[in-house]
């Protein structure tokens, strides 16, 4: 449930004051009474309603993402929205602006306000053939309209696996001696990530965090949210997030031989991809390591957020189900793309 303002909050990188949140909404015309706390996580994230709408006003301190990297990442919405994709639409501020900064004691937030995509999450009725091929086609359109996207001079997205960033992650990750062999399979699984050729066929600007709570449905389209983690990598990473994705939530849908449901999800989900944007047999070599590589920053990411010493019981959970895929690795997943493979190559 939404919580009212109720005074200074404890945002990611330092106090975020009531001053500066008021400072923040007057230059986007927002009555701060009319504020409603959702998250104070890596970003900080309010909801507010204006007429009909919905809106989300969010803070995100410079620790976390600078003031470029996010002026990148709204210009890559905003090239999506004109290429008529389903994605929120960014508000500007009284002056004109999509992106605005407020300045505190310890650097500055940088606030973007976005106004809610049309229709509901992703349920698990709607988990089925039908949506798998929707998920392939959209993911397809995206990547070919990346091709065509020329990035701002000043800003730019970065590699999401970039080597300084691989550093951070594992250094998260060496907090906790269970992850030993965590750390070992993911530097390897690095190291083949970067032996990969890199062209415009395989690589550019993806969404990197392509889960079903960044969908929603409206009528027969969907719609798509949630570009925090955009950065350039290679095609084949949308896809093994959707793998991966799938393989997290396969049982919460009672399916319970998984090998033949993820041929199943990804034969609809590839056929569906191809038909939007090629890509090389090559690169689908790549997915059960980029797999790996997304499930040991999603258990890093779980460490910046909070220490291990504070951990609940549904934190300890997710960990050990990551740590698992990670350290039994996804050879098995390559049974399904192969399958793929050898009926349309």
Same mark, same amino acid.
């Given at each position: 449930?939404?919580?009212?303002?109720?005074?200074?909050?404890?945002?990611?990188?330092?106090?975020?004051?009531?001053?500066?949140?008021? %400072? *923040?909404?007057?230059?986007?015309?927002?009555? +701060? &009474?009319?504020?409603?706390?959702?998250? +104070?996580?890596?970003?900080?994230?309010?909801?507010?309603? /204006?007429?009909?709408?919905?809106?989300?006003?969010?803070?995100?301190?410079?620790?976390?993402?600078?003031?470029?990297?996010?002026?990148?990442?709204?210009?890559?919405?905003?090239?999506?929205?004109?290429?008529?994709?389903?994605?929120?639409?960014?508000?500007?501020?009284?002056?004109?602006?999509?992106?605005?900064?407020?300045?505190?004691?310890?650097?500055?937030?940088?606030?973007?306000?976005?106004?809610?995509?049309?229709? $509901?999450?992703?349920?698990?009725? !709607?988990? &089925?053939?039908?949506?798998?091929?929707?998920?392939?086609?959209?993911?397809?359109?995206?990547?070919?309209?990346?091709?065509?996207?020329?990035?701002?001079?000043?800003?730019?997205?970065?590699?999401?696996?970039?080597? %300084?960033?691989?550093?951070?992650?594992?250094?998260?990750?060496? +907090?906790?001696?269970?992850?030993?062999?965590?750390?070992?399979?993911?530097?390897?699984?690095?190291?083949? $990530?970067?032996?990969?050729?890199?062209?415009? +066929?395989?690589?550019?600007?993806?969404?990197?965090?392509?889960?079903?709570?960044? $969908?929603?449905?409206?009528?027969?389209?969907?719609?798509?949210?949630?570009? %925090?983690?955009?950065?350039?990598?290679?095609?084949?990473? @949308?896809? *093994?997030?959707?793998?991966? @994705?799938?393989?997290?939530?396969?049982? *919460?849908?009672?399916?319970?031989?998984? !090998?033949?449901?993820?041929?199943?999800?990804?034969? !609809?989900?590839?056929?569906?991809?191809?038909?939007?944007?090629?890509?090389?047999?090559?690169?689908?070599?790549?997915?059960?390591?980029?797999?790996?590589?997304?499930? *040991?920053?999603?258990?890093?990411?779980?460490?910046?957020?909070?220490?291990?010493?504070?951990?609940?019981?549904?934190?300890?959970?997710?960990?050990?189900?990551?740590?698992?895929?990670?350290?039994?690795?996804?050879?098995?997943?390559?049974?399904?793309?192969?399958?793929?493979?050898? /009926?349309?190559?």
């Amino acid at each position: 449930m939404y919580q009212p303002l109720n005074g200074s909050l404890n945002a990611y990188g330092g106090s975020l004051p009531v001053s500066l949140i008021e %400072e *923040a909404a007057e230059k986007f015309h927002i009555r +701060t &009474k009319k504020l409603f706390v959702i998250s +104070t996580s890596l970003n900080t994230l309010f909801t507010f309603t /204006k007429g009909l709408k919905q809106y989300f006003l969010r803070f995100t301190h410079q620790s976390y993402q600078d003031f470029g990297h996010i002026c990148a990442e709204v210009d890559w919405i905003e090239y999506l929205k004109k290429n008529l994709f389903n994605v929120p639409a960014v508000k500007r501020s009284s002056h004109g602006k999509m992106v605005e900064r407020v300045f505190c004691e310890n650097g500055y937030f940088t606030v973007v306000c976005f106004e809610r995509v049309r229709g $509901y999450p992703l349920h698990p009725y !709607d988990w &089925k053939n039908n949506l798998f091929k929707k998920l392939g086609a959209l993911t397809g359109k995206l990547h070919a309209a990346s091709k065509l996207y020329v990035p701002l001079v000043n800003y730019r997205r970065k590699e999401f696996f970039r080597p %300084e960033r691989v550093q951070r992650l594992i250094n998260l990750l060496s +907090t906790d001696t269970e992850n030993e062999k965590v750390i070992e399979n993911f530097a390897l699984a690095h190291k083949k $990530y970067a032996a990969h050729e890199k062209n415009s +066929t395989s690589y550019g600007l993806i969404h990197n965090d392509l889960s079903r709570g960044n $969908y929603f449905i409206h009528g027969n389209n969907l719609s798509l949210i949630d570009f %925090e983690y955009s950065g350039y990598n290679f095609f084949a990473g @949308d896809l *093994a997030f959707l793998l991966y @994705d799938a393989l997290n939530n396969y049982s *919460a849908y009672k399916l319970h031989h998984r !090998d033949a449901y993820l041929n199943c999800f990804f034969m !609809d989900l590839f056929d569906a991809y191809q038909k939007e944007n090629f890509l090389p047999e090559s690169e689908l070599e790549l997915v059960p390591v980029l797999m790996t590589l997304y499930a *040991a920053s999603s258990l890093a990411f779980k460490y910046k957020i909070k220490s291990r010493e504070s951990f609940n019981v549904a934190d300890c959970q997710f960990a050990a189900n990551a740590r698992n895929h990670i350290v039994e690795g996804f050879e098995y997943v390559s049974h399904a793309i192969n399958a793929e493979v050898s /009926k349309n190559f």
